[in-house]
């Protein structure tokens, strides 16, 4: 069975953590609510038993990270009088003593929990929190992507069921798919990305309602992502800062389509991929 975006997510952030900070163990998971999270993912643990543990808001070095929404620490967890201490016997069975808790806030709303730890009571310095900060970066913007994609997703599911939608609603249509095929790349859940990969060709292939004539030309899926970016006026500078690329490599893939589609300019690539129901 396919791992979920989450464990991926929170499985590379913490296997970042670890590198970039030292420290031993790593470990985190999501909200399941505005108050709790729970630990689904452990980095470099001994034992199982912090998997399953769920952390309140408030409570513990984790939940007073969660209520704070910022990153906190103890030198020696056992012994701290700045937390309360319901997590204990999790904390002592792993061995764990100097702990560093951080959370994962998007748009303001603390989303997750991402932990790194000593088995020694030593104070933690600027660099390690710096790593842990980072780490938890990482999965913010996964998480941002996330929404992005499935907030797009639900629109275009029902433009692209709604054959009598105005020829005007279409403009809308092909911004999505612009959108979404610059979502792509960023997505590393692999049934996440298959199903915006499939979006988009519902997309391409439903204005007008055309079907794809059989033997038409295939374009590499970047060079679908430019023309789609040169179908909304974008110059090669801007599709290059919109598809995270070089200027000159937006350039590539653009003679490279165009002579794949026999075209001789911009527009009449764009018309041609529209022909072929490459793009919508």
């Known amino acids: 069975m396919p791992e979920s975006v989450d464990a991926i997510e929170m499985q590379s952030a913490l296997l970042r953590l670890r590198r970039t900070s030292g420290l031993p163990v790593a470990f985190g998971g999501l909200l399941s609510d505005a108050r709790h999270a729970r630990i689904a993912e452990l980095n470099g643990a001994q034992t199982a038993v912090l998997r399953g543990l769920v952390i309140s808001a408030g409570s ?7 209520a704070l929404s910022r990153p906190c620490a103890v030198t020696d967890y056992r012994s701290s009088r700045h937390i309360s201490h319901e997590y204990d ?3 002592a069975a792993e061995g764990l003593r100097s702990v560093v808790a951080v959370p994962v806030v998007v748009r303001r709303k603390v989303r997750g929990l991402l932990y790194g730890a000593l088995r020694e009571p ?3 310095g600027d660099r390690t929190f710096d790593a842990a900060v980072a780490a938890a970066r990482d999965v913010e913007q996964s998480l941002v992507v996330r929404d992005e994609v499935q907030q797009l997703l639900s629109v275009t599911r029902e433009q692209v069921m709604d054959p009598s939608a105005a020829p005007e609603a279409w403009e809308d249509v092909r911004e999505a798919h612009r959108e979404l095929r610059a979502l792509v790349p960023k997505v590393v859940d692999p049934a996440l990305r298959d199903e915006l990969l499939s979006v988009c060709e519902r ?4 204005a007008g309602h055309r079907t794809p004539q059989a033997g038409t030309v295939r374009l590499a899926p970047r060079e679908v992502d430019v023309l789609a970016c040169v179908a909304a006026g974008a110059t090669n500078a ?5 598809l995270a690329l070089r200027p000159e490599t ?3 893939y ?6 794949k589609l026999g075209a001789h300019t911009r527009l009449e690539a764009v018309v041609a ?5 490459l793009l919508p």
Do not use: E, Q, T
């Open 89 to 91: 016997m999790a904390v």
């Open 254 to 259: 653009l003679r490279s389509a165009m002579r």
């Open 238 to 242: 801007v599709a290059a800062d919109r």
């Open 203 to 206: 997309l391409a292939s439903a």
């Open 122 to 124: 030593i104070a933690l």
């Open 273 to 277: 991929a529209r022909r072929a129901g």
């Open 60 to 66: 513990g070095l984790g939940g007073k990270s969660i």
């Open 250 to 252: 937006v350039k590539g």
